[in-house]
């Protein structure tokens, strides 16, 4: 009789483990996070394609002219995703204080090297949005950005906050608190709790201060990570500045429970 190793293994059944992060049995559901400009978009971004690389999910840019495939995550940068049309998922949506989004934008867009900053454009009689913002004062430059950024504005506004398959998460709130703010969305997604735990791991290492190397509000010009801090917008947001915001962005703060009143 034959006793080698080779044959002993091979009486023993092959143990199988679901790799991906849903319970057994359960299909793949399609999981998406629609964000907005300025909004966690490179942070939240940089979480997601680290829980798809652990567990073998295809990551997704959204695009309107593609179409949305049944399972995977997909990032929507700019809240364009029309959930009626989709499969069964499972979504996550992240906005930020406007006021801030004007900001971080601001200086942002200083030094970018996006192409449309670069585009010379007849209303800044010819220079380029970035020669225009650098040639301004800071709060000629912010309100210039609050123009700018009026479409991220009727974004937050349009977006549909009572769907109860997607989850609305605060930029604040995910800064400040990641771990009671990522654990419920990773539980919403589906995933089983060691999934959570794996997942969250991959989120305390994309923290500010995890790819920074520095404290959050501690400024270093130049970079993506710029500060990072919520409330910026109390240290340059000056009276006409705050009256072009309200301008343009109407009762939006109110509407996002971001002030209970026109008095800020």
């Not at 909004?39 to 940089?46: A, D, Q, S, V, Y």
Request: aromatic share 12%.
């Amino acid at each position: 009789m034959d006793s080698s190793p080779a044959t002993s293994l091979c009486l023993q059944p092959a143990k199988t483990v679901n790799p991906l992060p849903f319970s057994d049995g359960q299909n793949p559901p399609l999981l998406f996070h629609s964000c907005h400009h300025k909004c966690g978009t490179h942070w939240l971004r940089r979480i997601l394609t680290g829980v798809a690389r652990r567990y073998g999910l295809n990551f997704i840019p959204f695009s309107e002219e593609s179409s949305t495939p049944a399972s995977g995550i997909v990032f929507d940068q700019q809240s364009r995703i029309d959930t009626v049309l989709l499969p069964a998922y499972r979504g996550s949506h992240m906005i930020r204080d406007p006021r801030d989004v004007v900001v971080s934008g601001y200086f942002y867009h200083l030094w970018t090297k996006e192409d449309w900053v670069h585009r010379p454009q007849n209303r800044y009689n010819g220079l380029s949005y970035q020669q225009y913002l650098n040639s301004l004062s800071i709060e000629d430059g912010l309100i210039a950005e609050i123009l700018v950024s009026a479409f991220v504005f009727k974004q937050m506004r349009k977006w549909d906050y009572s769907d109860a398959n997607t989850l609305e998460l605060k930029y604040e709130s995910c800064f400040d608190d990641p771990v009671n703010s990522f654990a419920p969305l990773f539980r919403h997604y589906g995933f089983v709790d060691e999934a959570v735990e794996i997942s969250l791991k991959i989120a305390s290492d994309s923290t500010f201060e995890s790819i920074a190397r520095r404290k959050p509000g501690v400024i270093q010009n130049r970079q993506v990570t710029r500060s990072g801090q919520p409330g910026q917008w109390r240290q340059h947001f000056t009276q006409r500045v705050k009256d072009e915001f309200r301008n343009q962005a109407g009762d939006l703060l109110q509407v996002l429970a971001y002030e209970i009143n026109d008095d800020w």
